[in-house]
Nanobody, 125 residues
């Protein structure tokens, strides 16, 4: 079973920084992670893309976070990170990790999209 476990959310004042982590695991299985990314959902709003990174390290950012947020990943640790600097109150949301994971099923890889449980980020003005 594939699990994505996020950590690093919290409460910070405007202008502050936080670093989110997302560790992927699939107990007892051989697996490979393709794209990894971060999305967020503020109260009353739809979930939106924050940043994504392919296994080959091609990166995409939402315009609202360019220059402030940095996505990175450690393929050896199956972990993605989101460094968030110069945080603004409008960054307040639940942040979700997303990953495309290919799990070996004995004869072929089965690829599906997985989500973490979410971590709250609150930025005060």
């Amino acid at each position: 079973q594939v699990q994505l476990v996020e950590s690093g959310g919290g409460y910070v004042q405007a202008g502050g920084s936080l670093r989110l982590s997302c560790a992927a695991s699939a107990s007892g299985s051989i697996f490979s992670i393709n794209d990894m990314g971060w999305y967020r959902q503020a109260p009353g709003k739809q979930r939106e893309l924050v940043a994504t990174m392919t296994r080959g390290r091609t990166i995409k950012y939402a315009d609202s976070v360019k220059g402030r947020f940095t996505i990175s990943r450690d393929n050896a640790k199956n972990t993605a990170y989101l460094q968030m600097n110069s945080l603004k109150p409008e960054d307040t949301a639940v942040y979700y990790c997303n990953a495309g994971v290919a799990v070996y099923r004995g004869f072929a890889y089965d690829t599906n999209d997985y989500w973490g449980q979410g971590t709250q980020v609150t930025v005060s003005s």
